[in-house]
């Protein structure tokens, strides 16, 4: 992994990435770390994976706090930004990262409670700190995206028609957003190489993965799609609140 920011160019910022311990969210808040930003690792479960990395991000001279938070328990989320506000007393930087719905053993409704309901209540609970000039930055999948108007896999089905009611959801409050100064803007990526939710839809359905990135040409791996979330979080925001990251002709033909 390269540094993608120029170093300095985050100093005195202060970045929260949800789902931040592994994976996309891990490599985000590493970027933003690198670039000389606070950063806040939020994990649900995993606490000596996330100090481990706050350990390597504190050795940038950068600081960097671990909270344990539940997404989908609203005073769980209150507690994090409680811990937020003391370490750092704003938020500059906020990415809507941590997702799922394909998890066994969870109540018919979780994919929807946690990629709508939880995401709201965490840009609503960050807001309390979030000063003008901030960006909110909510990362889905063009599975999602362009779910409306393109299907998918029945295995995805119901996580991607959660993370797009999500997105409308949290759409429809750009413009207070706006009013508080504060920025929001989508990022789409296609299947990524390495997720955990790759892996679940090549459990389900043997050659899916492999088959998208034949029909795409390429499909971006987690610290390549990182650096697209990350540079989401400072380039200038997009007229229409929306990065598309790789290839789309395959949903926007519909």
């Known amino acids: ?21 592994r994976g996309i969210g ?4 590493r970027y933003f770390a690198e670039a000389g930003a606070d950063v806040v690792i939020n994990f649900r479960n995993k606490a000596p994976r996330a100090e481990k990395l706050a350990t390597q991000l504190r050795d940038l001279g950068v600081q960097a706090i671990t909270v344990g938070a539940d997404l989908t328990d ?14 750092y007393g704003k938020l500059d ?15 018919a409704d979780y994919a929807l409670t946690l990629n709508r309901d939880a995401q709201l209540n965490m840009l609503n609970a960050a807001r309390e700190i979030m000063t003008p000039g901030s960006r909110v930055v909510f990362v889905t999948s063009h599975q999602a995206h362009y779910i409306r ?3 998918t896999m029945p295995e995805y089905e119901p996580v991607a028609l959660s993370k797009r009611a999500g997105e409308d959801a949290l759409r429809e409050l750009i413009p207070s957003l706006a009013e508080d100064g504060i920025e929001f803007v989508v ?3 296609d299947m990524i190489e390495g997720t955990i939710t790759a892996t679940l839809l090549e459990r389900a359905n043997p050659g899916a993965i492999s088959e998208r990135r034949e029909s795409a040409g390429k499909l971006y791996n987690v610290s390549e799609f990182a650096a697209e979330v990350a540079q989401a979080a400072v380039d200038p ?5 929306t990065r598309l990251v790789g290839d789309v002709s395959a949903f926007e033909s519909n």
């Open 187 to 189: 990022v789409s990526g």
């Open 93 to 107: 930087i906020l990415v809507l990262n941590a997702s799922g719905g394909m998890e066994s053993g969870m109540a």
């Open 26 to 29: 891990a490599d985000t808040v």
């Open 237 to 241: 925001l997009p007229a229409d609140n």
């Open 74 to 87: 609203p005073d769980s989320v209150k507690t994090m930004i409680d811990a937020v506000r003391e370490a």
């Open 149 to 151: 108007t393109t299907p």
């Open 1 to 21: 992994m390269t540094t993608l920011l120029p170093p300095g160019s985050l100093n005195g910022k202060v970045a929260l990435v949800t789902g931040s311990s």
